[in-house]
Structure formats: C-alpha cells, structure tokens
T-cell receptor
Framework: GDSVTQMEGPVTLSEEAFLTINCTYT??????LFWYVQYPGEGLQLLLK?????DKGSNKGFEATYRKETTSFHLEKGSVQVSDSAVYFC????????????FGKGITLSVRP | DAGVIQSPRHEVTEMGQEVTLRCKPI?????LFWYRQTMMRGLELLIY????????DSGMPEDRFSAKMPNASFSTLKIQPSEPRDSAVYFC????????????FGPGTRLTVL
C-alpha cells in the first residue's frame, strides 16, 4: 500500500539556520505530493504541493521538488524564523477512485531566537 | 470565505457517554474527510464522503464510531459509547474534485473522555 516516511524528529534549529526535512514515499502510479503545516492548537494548512515529477512547490520561503527517481519530496528553507515552529507533515494523494491523503508521522520543528 | 467549521472545539465527557462531533465543509466542496490525531498513532483517516455518500470507512476503529452526511453542508461523527482511548483531536477536512486537489482542514475538536 501507499506510505510516506519522514525523518525522525524533533528538530531544533537557531533562527536563520538552513532547514531540510526529508520525506520519501511508496506508491503506485504518479501521486501528488504535499507538505502540510500544523501550528500549535490549529488544524493542518497546506504549505505547498507538486503534482508531477520534477515540479517544485514553493510557499513562504519553503521549497520541495518532486523527485520520482528517488521517490522523495524533501522540504527546504534557506533561513528559518521563530514563527516557523510547527509540526510538518508530508503526504501523498494517488490518482483514481482513491482520493484520500496518506500522511507521514509528522515532525516537530522548534526554532530558537 | 469561511473555512471548514467544526464544533465543539473542546469536548470533555465521561466514559460511556455519547459524543457527537460536527463539521460544516467549505461551500461547493464535494469531498469530506474525518481524521483522528493522537500522539501514538499520528494522523489517521477514519472515513470520507463524496457527494454525501461514504466511500471508504475502513479507518473507522469499531462499531462504536459512526459518521453521517445528510446533506452537502453538514456531517457528524458519533461515538457511542465513548471510551478513554477515544481521547484525541478529531479533524474534518473538505476538498473540491479528485486527484491532486487540496484538502482544507478545520481547527479540530479536542475530545477528552474521562
């Protein structure tokens, strides 16, 4: 079945540090890939997405590139801020009648001033 | 435009009581999803609807859980009887269309069963 694997957390960084959060997936066909972010006490929000190989999703300084050859969708940001502290979820959605999202376990990011 | 609305935001109840969680999806969205989030199991899909019809309820943990969508603007998730292990945050999400489209999440209902 479909699955998403995220690197183990939590991650703690200093402000302005470079961020990479790894995500790999297993799925048949050509899934769409997503990064969702959950701020404390809130629901999940879409951060960025990519729907085909080599697409790059970007938003709020975050980027992720859909790499079919390595089945990966790693999240990066060049300079994190304290306000980026949140839980980040990688997810996939497969085509066809199955329209649901499969999520990774999520990783908590804490950014210190 | 209002997002996904869930009520109540917090619910504290005693074991054995019936709990009903409510969700209003974004207007025009034809898919609705119910998720449960716990520290141990992460984010789990319980059930989803398309055009008010349940499509996949394989994630519903047991018969104590039931979900309905009587119309396009309202859904309920009911737990009867509730147990302490049902304590979690329950999210509702909706989206328009099928493949690749974004799911929009509500703020969640934090359920505590004593």
């Amino acid at each position: 079945g479909d699955s998403v694997t995220q690197m183990e957390g939590p991650v703690t960084l200093s402000e302005e540090a470079f961020l990479t959060i790894n995500c790999t997936y297993t799925a048949t066909g050509y899934p769409s890939l997503f990064w969702y972010v959950q701020y404390p006490g809130e629901g999940l929000q879409l951060l960025l997405k990519a729907t085909k190989a080599d697409d790059k999703g970007s938003n709020k300084g975050f980027e992720a590139t859909y790499r079919k050859e390595t089945t990966s969708f790693h999240l990066e940001k060049g300079s994190v801020q304290v306000s980026d502290s949140a839980v980040y979820f990688c997810a996939l959605s497969r085509s066809g009648a199955n329209s649901k999202l499969t999520f990774g376990k999520g990783i908590t990011l804490s950014v210190r001033p | 435009d209002a997002g996904v609305i869930q009520s109540p935001r917090h619910e504290v109840t005693e074991m054995g009581q019936e709990v009903t969680l409510r969700c209003k999806p974004i207007s025009g969205h034809d898919y609705l999803f119910w998720y449960r989030q716990t520290m141990m199991r992460g984010l789990e899909l319980l059930i989803y609807f398309n055009n008010n019809v349940p499509i996949d309820d394989s994630g519903m943990p047991e018969d104590r859980f039931s979900a309905k969508m009587p119309n396009a603007s309202f859904s309920t998730l009911k737990i009867q009887p509730s147990e302490p292990r049902d304590s979690a945050v329950y999210f509702c999400a909706s989206k328009a269309g099928r493949f690749g489209n974004t799911q929009y999440f509500g703020p969640g209902t934090r359920l505590t069963v004593l």
